[in-house]
């Protein structure tokens, strides 16, 4: 089971990588295609660094686009989706925004909640979040 510290470094590590570029990672790196042509079809033999795939951030990302995309009962509120723009706004919004800001920038896309409902959000995602960023080995070690 994933604790809750380990659940806060995966979601620092998502707001490192997803926060201020659009999801790209923030490290220095070199497209291969570039460094082709810089070089005029040579592989450089030295300083060429991919960008890093399969990130703790990455899976996170996954883990917030399944939940926004899990499905509702039909004329059910989208739980699901709410918890994920909801953590979206609490986690990837500058943190000089007061929570108030937060809560009108989701009403401006079609999400509007009181105060109470922006933090029940907030503990949906997070609970889906430790569920499914738990390894498969332990869920298999849980059920036996």
Same mark, same amino acid.
């Given at each position: 089971?994933?604790?809750?510290?380990?659940?806060? $470094?995966?979601?620092?590590?998502?707001? *490192? /990588?997803?926060?201020?570029?659009?999801?790209?990672? *923030? /490290?220095?790196?070199?497209?291969?295609?570039?460094?082709?042509?810089? +070089?005029?079809?040579?592989?450089?033999?030295?300083?060429?660094?991919?960008?890093?795939?399969?990130?703790?951030?990455?899976?996170?990302?996954?883990?917030?686009? $399944?939940?926004?995309?899990?499905?509702?009962?039909?004329?059910?509120?989208?739980?699901?989706?709410?918890?994920?723009?909801?953590? *979206?706004?609490?986690?990837?919004?500058?943190? +000089?925004?007061?929570? /108030? $800001?937060?809560?009108?920038?989701?009403?401006?896309?079609?999400?509007?909640?009181?105060? +109470?409902?922006?933090?029940?959000?907030?503990?949906?995602?997070?609970?889906?979040?430790?569920?499914?960023?738990?390894?498969?080995?332990?869920?298999?070690?849980?059920?036996?």
């Amino acid at each position: 089971m994933v604790t809750e510290q380990q659940l806060r $470094d995966m979601l620092r590590a998502w707001i *490192r /990588e997803y926060n201020e570029v659009g999801g790209l990672p *923030r /490290e220095p790196t070199r497209n291969f295609l570039q460094s082709l042509i810089e +070089h005029k079809g040579f592989v450089p033999s030295s300083g060429y660094r991919g960008i890093p795939l399969g990130t703790i951030g990455d899976k996170v990302e996954k883990a917030m686009q $399944d939940m926004a995309s899990t499905p509702a009962e039909p004329g059910e509120e989208n739980l699901m989706f709410k918890a994920s723009m909801v953590l *979206r706004a609490y986690y990837l919004t500058p943190k +000089h925004w007061p929570e /108030e $800001d937060r809560i009108n920038g989701l009403k401006a896309i079609g999400l509007p909640m009181s105060r +109470h409902t922006y933090y029940r959000m907030v503990q949906i995602g997070r609970a889906f979040l430790l569920g499914y960023l738990t390894p498969e080995r332990n869920i298999e070690e849980a059920i036996a």
